[in-house]
């Protein structure tokens, strides 16, 4: 009885959680790929199919044909399946996930206001939505992985990558996520980042980038933690 009384008291101790972030064909895809083999690990990729059939509605297509009338409905879905992704219940000991709910807040949310994409009111009520997240619900990071690409080879990977969804957003949309990428975790200007920071420079050929990958991989999976 005392064991079973003791072993009530312990707490399962989270996952460790990595968020996976960078623009727009940086290859965060492939960043998963390469680790999801590994013991202990759950990569968890953005849900691009389900923001492509919302009750049969193609909310990514929609977003980039008409930014003005669609970001608002494309935000509250995005949300939505970060916050389902981040409370997810899991085995692994290490959470992969692509990008984040503070990414969304802090770069996706700001850059639609700015193209007036997002109106006032959406925006306020966006804020909301994600303050009460932050301060009701455990949406805690570990660890951001950001992937920094330059602008157009980020650019040309996703044209290469060919998605339909895709073929409409233009080069100096890259260039604008691009800015706001690094004013939250490269000059960290826009708002102080919610866990350390590992920056890896993702122009480089996929050999470099794996190797870099297995040289960082215990800092990536938090070995050290766990």
Known sequence: MEFLSRQSRVKKRRPFVVSVEGNIGCGKSTFLDYFKSFPAVQIYPEPVKDWCNVNGHNLLSLLYQDPEKWTF???????????????????????????????????????????????????????????????????????????????????????????????????????????????????????????????????????ILFQNYEKNSTRILGLDYL
């Not at 193209?115 to 939505?129: D, H, K």
């Not at 690409?149 to 969804?165: G, I, L």
């Open 73 to 207: 409905a494309f935000q509250s879905i995005v949300q939505l399946s970060r916050l389902n992704i981040i409370h997810q219940p899991t085995e692994a000991k290490v959470k992969l996930i692509e990008r984040s709910l503070q990414n969304n807040r802090y770069c996706f949310l700001e850059i639609g206001k700015e193209m007036g994409a997002i109106s006032p009111p959406e925006y306020a009520v966006l804020i909301e939505w994600y303050n009460w997240m932050e301060s009701k619900m455990n949406i805690n990071l570990d660890l951001i992985v950001y992937l920094q690409t330059d602008p157009k080879v980020a650019y040309e990977r996703m044209r290469q990558r060919d998605r339909p969804e895709e073929i409409q957003i233009p080069f100096s949309y890259i260039q604008l996520v691009h800015r706001y990428y690094e004013a939250w975790l490269g000059t960290q200007t826009l708002q102080k980042p919610p866990a350390p920071i590992l920056i890896l420079n993702a122009n480089e050929s996929q050999d």
